[in-house]
């Protein structure tokens, strides 16, 4: 579903992907981890195009990204997108938050989008809020509301952006059980960028460590946190873990 092969990428002068090459596969779960500036949210942000790639070759749903050819709406619609700041819009509805890009991009109906919608905010624990406005909800219910937008476009891979990491502690539970579900039921590919380790550790089939824009290690989950390779990594998780 996702290839990279030999990816660069460069922000200016400064080197931020060195030599990526990394295959994510139709309903996989994948977490990035490593230390800040790695370039975690870099590649994240490059699968649907928020990041242009200056070589090498990135496939995403039998598309090549770094191609001026490809329709990066199309590639959008199927690969969903979850920030660490949520990006609702305030003015509109939770309702309305979920149904407008299906209404606008899909032409879904007005009837089918809101059982869609209703379906969705049940899956996320927020039924109850339809009709509210974001500012009324708390961060953590804020970003299930972004997580059902983006479920709400059915696509084929999902890519968390430390979803967590704006959120007051007391908050992040919530949101990181609805993705646990999300990932456990297989039915998109998902990808997470997080620093929370016992959640990467529960959920995710596989850990791609990053270090200064390298991927050091590429490993199932049980293997990297029991047998690290890389001292990178090791200092890395023994410094995670003393918080
Ligand atoms: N738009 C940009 N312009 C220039 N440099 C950037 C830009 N975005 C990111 N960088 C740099 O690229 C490197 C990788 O950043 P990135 O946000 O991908 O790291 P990260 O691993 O996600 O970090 P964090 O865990 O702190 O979010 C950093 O050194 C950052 O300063």
């Known amino acids: 579903m996702i290839k990279f092969t030999d990816v660069q990428k460069y922000y200016g002068s400064f080197h931020a992907l060195h030599d990526i090459n990394l295959e994510i596969k139709d309903g996989e ?18 699968i649907n195009g928020l990041e ?29 997108m979850v920030f660490q ?38 899956r996320v624990g927020l039924a109850d809020q339809i009709n509210k ?4 909800l708390s ?19 999902i890519l968390f952006d430390e979803p967590t990491s704006a959120l007051d502690p007391e908050m992040v539970g919530s949101v990181l059980d609805v993705m646990r579900e999300i990932a456990s039921n297989k039915e998109y590919t998902t990808l ?7 959640f990467a550790r529960a959920v995710a089939d596989r850990v791609i460590f990053m270090a200064d824009g390298r991927i050091l290690e590429d490993a199932p989950t049980d293997k990297f946190f029991d047998h690290p390779e890389s001292e990178r990594a090791r200092k890395f998780l023994s410094q995670v873990e003393h918080h």
């Not at 509109?92 to 890009?101: D, P």
């Open 192 to 198: 997470v960028v997080t620093h929370e380790m016992d």
């Open 29 to 46: 779960t994948v977490v990035l981890i490593g230390p800040s500036g790695s370039g975690k949210s870099t590649l994240l942000r490059t």
């Open 85 to 122: 700041h949520f990006n609702l819009y305030n003015n509109k509805t939770i309702l309305e938050n979920i149904t407008l890009a299906p209404k606008i991009v899909l032409k879904r109906g007005d009837k089918e989008n809101r059982e869609i919608a209703e379906k969705l905010l049940e």
């Open 133 to 136: 406005y974001p500012s009324q």
């Open 52 to 80: 242009t790639v200056e070589s090498g070759q990135l496939i995403v749903d039998g598309q090549d990204v770094a191609s001026s050819a490809t329709n990066l709406n199309k590639l959008r619609t199927n690969v969903g």
């Open 139 to 157: 961060g953590g219910q804020q970003q299930r509301i972004a997580i059902a937008r983006s479920l709400a476009m059915n696509p084929l891979a």
